[in-house]
């Protein structure tokens, strides 16, 4: 097991992208018939399209390596695997229609190409195979199935309190969210469908004790914090280029990331108000953009983001570390892990 995480997504991606490839849904309908290829048009090829344009495939790639740290053989995630796959595939599917994006993956987003009915159904399609790949998975033993089941549908629940925060919060015009009640939100919607079910799933598949099983979490609650922290910080202070057209675009659906609750409270009102009255307006105006970001960073919100990132990434490697020492995962998985927090909070893109 190589300790580089970027290495052990190269070489996990040939198979994960097989076992999706696998798992495509055929239509129910008679084939050949006029219904059939309607199906196809409307629902099936649609999702394959967008799962296929999936990019490192790191949430399925840390099942794998939850089942491998748990002393297991990756192969007998696989079906949890693609489940947390597409997972993804729903929930972004959705967020574009929530968030009225325009571009996902580089491409027009499916609600923008298909329409909004439409592409809700296929998102929809996708949230019923998360549960389909993984009952028909004829080599997963009964009792792992279901502890993986209900794992899965705890990860969707935590996931849609953490969205509706979000939502709810914009909807409502809350300005008043404290960095703690960031990080519930977050730990919700982020932190666990990305990195604490991935290695939770991965272990329960492999066939590991509670106990062992349960250590992941931790760890990828903290991973995933420091993961979602650092997307905010991309977002306003990475490289334009490498972001696009999503450059900034926190500030003009005026989300409550960690930057943005850490500098409401550190401004003095004057600054506060014109920086939520920016935030308000939905504007996409590079110069306004800018003056968004020079108040976020005057009240101390970037600078706060990168400390609290290398610390939820350094309490995960502790936790990895730790396991270690009790002999409950190998040397090679505990420096992989610690390695993959390295890469969430150093990455660029």
């Given at each position: 097991m190589t300790s580089s995480f970027v290495e052990y997504l190269k070489s996990r991606l040939p198979l994960v992208e097989k076992a999706l490839a696998a798992a495509a849904?055929?239509?129910?309908?008679?084939?050949?018939?006029?219904?059939?290829?309607?199906?196809e048009d409307y629902l099936y090829d649609p999702l394959a399209r967008f799962t296929a344009s999936g990019g490192k495939r790191v949430r399925p790639a840390l099942v794998l390596l939850g089942a491998e740290a748990a002393g297991g053989d990756g192969a007998q995630a696989l079906s949890a695997a693609v489940a947390v796959e597409l997972f993804q595939s729903a929930a972004l599917i959705h967020d574009d229609i929530a968030d009225e994006s325009e571009l996902r993956r580089g491409n027009p987003c499916v609600h923008c190409v298909e329409g909004t009915g439409v592409a809700i159904n296929i998102g929809d399609l996708a949230l019923t195979r998360v549960f389909e790949v993984v009952l028909d998975d004829a080599n997963l033993p009964a009792d792992r199935k279901l502890r993986v089941l209900k794992e899965l549908a705890r990860m969707e629940r935590h996931t849609?309190?953490?969205?509706?925060?979000?939502?709810?919060?914009?909807?409502?015009g809350h300005w008043d969210i404290t960095p703690e009640d960031y990080l519930y939100m977050v730990e919700g919607k982020t932190a666990w469908y990305t990195v604490a079910s991935p290695l939770y799933l991965g272990a329960l598949a492999a066939g590991a004790s509670e106990d062992t099983a349960r250590d992941f979490i931790e760890i990828g609650v903290h991973a995933g914090i420091a993961f979602q922290i650092q997307d905010d910080l991309l977002n306003l202070v990475g490289n334009a280029n490498a972001q696009g057209k999503d450059f900034r675009s926190d500030i003009t659906e005026g989300k409550r990331t960690l930057a943005v609750v850490s500098a409401l409270q550190g401004?003095?009102?004057?600054?506060r108000n014109e920086l939520i009255a920016l935030l308000r307006a939905g504007t996409k105006d590079p110069a306004e953009l800018e003056r968004a970001v020079k108040f976020i960073e005057l009240g101390g919100g970037i600078e706060h983001c990168y400390d609290l990132a290398a610390q939820e990434a350094a309490q995960a490697q502790q936790q990895a570390r730790d396991l270690v020492a009790q002999h409950h995962i190998a040397p090679e998985a505990g420096a992989l892990l610690c390695d993959m927090a390295d890469f969430f909070v150093n990455r660029s893109a």
């Open positions: 849904p055929a239509s129910l309908a008679k084939p050949g018939t006029r219904i059939a290829r309607d199906l849609l309190e953490g969205q509706a925060l979000d939502l709810g919060w914009a909807r409502d401004l003095n009102p004057p600054e």
